[in-house]
């Protein structure tokens, strides 16, 4: 079964606009964490933000920030003020298991255009 | 460099070829992890090395593929008898000790072509 869904293949944003790219995970287990890497054309994965499923506060990275809904199990990426840098592919990941190091489960990923 | 390392970066073999592909982590890292990313998809979990072992190898799809670390630093993944399925990027990453928290950083990757 999928334990990452990001339902949206595509998105288009305007240059200093905010996005919200979705993230929806499964998981019974109740210690795990949620991670979004963007990955440039060039092809190498870079670390956005994380979230622990005990945090009390969302995320926040800079112009990133993370609409965790707990109840949901939805991770939500919010990036503000979109740069032309931004355009890539957005993937949302999960690890179960908060001491565990255990693999990273990825999502099929979004796809981001920022237009100027 | 400081970063996760991976040669080469490109391959292409032929149908039925053996392959190595190497992974040098960040110095002191002890988690290591292959992925493999198709084109359009995410990044599909291969392995999981904690030191010299390896933790988790679920993600291995079968029996041609095989990774070693026999000294708990650089990683080479080695698929025997490669098929065209077998061609997609395989990525390497590398975390400090392994903890669920922790984010992995990974390399560029190796794109495998089988033809």
């Known amino acids: 079964a999928q334990k990452i869904t990001q339902t949206q293949p595509g998105m288009f944003v305007q240059e200093k606009e905010a996005v919200t790219l979705d993230c929806t995970y499964d998981t019974s287990d109740p210690s795990y964490g949620l991670f979004w890497y963007k990955q440039p054309s060039s092809g190498e994965m870079i670390f956005l933000i994380y979230q622990g499923s005990y945090d009390q506060q969302n995320a926040t990275e800079g112009r990133y920030s993370l609409n965790f809904q707990k109840a949901r199990k939805s991770a939500n990426l919010v990036i503000s003020a979109s740069q032309l840098g931004d355009s890539a592919m957005y993937f949302c990941a999960m690890r179960e298991g908060v001491n565990s190091g255990y693999a990273l489960n990825f999502g099929k990923g979004t796809s981001l255009l920022v237009t100027p | 460099g400081a970063g996760v390392s991976q040669t080469p970066s490109n391959k292409v073999t032929e149908k039925g070829k053996y392959v190595e592909l190497r992974c040098d982590p960040i110095s002191g890292h002890t988690a290591l992890y292959w992925y493999r990313q198709s084109l359009g998809q995410g990044p599909e979990f291969l392995i999981y090395?904690?030191?010299?072992?390896?933790?988790?190898d679920s993600g291995l799809p079968n029996d041609r593929f095989f990774a070693v670390r026999p000294e708990g630093s650089v990683s080479t993944l080695k698929i025997q008898r490669t098929e065209r399925g077998d061609s997609a990027v395989y990525l390497c990453?590398?975390?400090?000790?392994?903890?669920?928290?922790?984010?992995?950083?990974f390399g560029s990757g190796t794109q495998l072509s089988v033809l």
């Open positions: 090395f904690q030191g010299t072992g390896a933790a988790d």
């Open positions: 990453a590398s975390s400090l000790t392994g903890q669920g928290n922790e984010k992995l950083f």
